[in-house]
């Protein structure tokens, strides 16, 4: 298996991983990462071209993957993807609900159809796939791992201009409080990654918008994806089976406590 992808941390072979935004940046990494563990991996975002070629890559490397175009705004795509998702590779059991959108507007100047895409995008769209995901989990009587990827946003805004996004990552940290208070008895862990300024195609249009913004930070760079890793395989693996309701800042010291 390739370097890139080996793991010295959790066996994940016998499950089945649903990664949102898989297309690029973070939610890229995260499907090779929890493929190279041994996890069969459903990929899904908008642009199936680029997914299509990470199924090859994983599957060169001995993986198991599959590629689906979802556009997370829609509802019954999801459902349909989900379930299209099961039928190939068995019941989802690790879902990481990845996809997020930037606002980079100030709120006042904001579209209505622009504050609903935000909205969809990062908080409802991870609230019903975590509903489906868990519905079918409880069913079929089985234990599963949530992974809600949120934002130190959730926790520190500086007024320059992404206030929607701010909200709806705050949303998320609080959802997966909520929800792993409901399916704690059902032995289905939601919990969150918040990660700071991180390497990402996302992050690469916001450097173009407002300069070098790492000179701000105490170790003057931006996160590599890689140093996410430890903490997505430790909360789908079955070490972290008493953690469920927490949120895992990873902000290489960026923002303040």
């Known amino acids: 298996m390739a370097a890139d992808f080996e793991q010295k941390g959790p066996d994940l072979?016998?499950?089945v991983a649903f990664v949102t935004g898989a297309s690029s940046g973070l939610g890229l990494?995260?499907?090779?990462?929890?493929?190279?563990?041994?996890?069969?991996v459903a990929l899904a975002a908008r642009r199936l071209d680029r997914l299509e070629r990470l199924v090859k890559e994983i599957e060169d490397t001995g993986?198991?993957?599959?590629?689906?175009e979802l556009d997370v705004t829609n509802a019954d795509q999801m459902i349909d993807v989900l379930?299209?998702?099961?039928k190939r590779l068995g019941l989802v059991d690790?879902?990481?609900?990845?996809?997020?959108v930037p606002d980079a507007q100030r709120a006042h100047k904001m579209s209505i159809d622009l504050i609903d895409r935000v909205i969809d995008i990062n908080l409802r769209a991870p609230y019903i796939l975590s509903c489906q995901v868990a519905r079918r989990l409880i069913l079929e009587k089985k234990p599963g791992r949530i992974i809600n990827i949120a934002s130190t946003a959730a926790f520190y805004y500086d007024g320059m201009g992404a206030a929607l996004y701010a909200v709806t990552k705050?949303?998320?940290?609080?959802m997966s409080e909520a929800l792993a208070m409901e399916w704690s008895a059902a032995r289905i862990n939601v919990n969150t990654i918040a990660p700071g300024a991180f390497a990402s195609e996302m992050m690469d249009g916001m450097l173009e918008r407002v300069g070098d913004i790492t000179q701000t930070f105490p170790r003057k760079r931006l996160g590599d994806p890689v140093q996410l890793d430890s903490t997505l395989l430790f909360l789908a693996s079955d070490e972290a089976d008493a953690v469920t309701g927490t949120c895992v800042r990873v902000d290489d010291g960026q923002g303040p406590r």
Do not use: D, P, T, Y
């Open 29 to 40: 990494r995260f499907a090779k990462v929890l493929a190279g563990a041994g996890a069969k």
């Open 83 to 86: 379930e299209r998702a099961e």
């Open 13 to 15: 072979s016998g499950h």
């Open 170 to 174: 705050a949303g998320v940290v609080r």
């Open 94 to 100: 690790i879902l990481v609900n990845n996809a997020g």
């Open 63 to 68: 993986g198991v993957a599959v590629a689906f």
